[in-house]
């Protein structure tokens, strides 16, 4: 508990004395480019592979002649919008993005570069933190929207190259009875699992002490921290918003 209110006051000092309004769209920018567009690739090939094996796993277990084909791309649709995409990606992406955010603040933790922007007048929780948030919180569903789309053109790409469906069973099963809440459950997930990861690895890495050792385990730390608000998150908003 008392990890957690100094968590909450943390968060609290990130809309204390803040800069202009000018210089926190450069920070962010720089940060979108730095969460967003440098994790494209990983997200790419995770994305494409977990389509596949998904597509191939549904069709080695629905052997049963009285279950139509399509019904494997539909598995494949839900099975990715509502938890492969939001959820397995955020685990990914918290060992990418959230280590970073943790090694680079605790780098200047104990380089003592945020004692020397204290020292300024500035606000150094605000300055380096709530950009990184920001720009998490606008990339990271951008990611998952992709993260989706590929998901299911691997299990297209899979289908058509082992022959277990066919190409037309395959899109017919995409569209087949689609709820369309389930992309905006998708979408929540992805904005609170961007703040978890964001904001809990900065302040793992913005309270470091010590030295290089201890920067390494606040990267540990955060990325640990991080993929276990994500399940926890993950059971509340689904128990919230489809039970």
Known sequence: MQKLGKFILFMGTLFTRRE????????????????????LFIVTIVSVFMGAVVT???????VSPFIPDYVISLVVRDMTVLE????????????KVGSNIAGELGTMRITEQIDALEVMGINAS????????IASMIMYPMLVVLSAFLCMYGGYLTSLATGIISGYDYIYGIRYEFIEFNVSFALIKAFVF????????????????????????ASTAAVTNSCIAILLADYLLAQLLLA
């Open 126 to 133: 605000s300055y380096l933190v709530l950009p990184k948030i």
């Open 84 to 95: 492969l995409s939001p959820t397995i990606i955020a685990i990914v992406y918290a060992g």
């Open 20 to 39: 202009n309004f000018g210089t926190y769209v450069k920070l962010t920018i720089d940060e979108c480019i730095k969460v967003g567009y440098n994790s």
């Open 56 to 62: 191939v796993q549904t069709a080695y277990n629905l």
């Open 194 to 217: 961007s703040f978890l990861v964001a904001s809990i690895s900065a302040y793992k890495g913005f309270f470091t002490s010590g030295g290089a050792l201890e920067v390494g385990q």
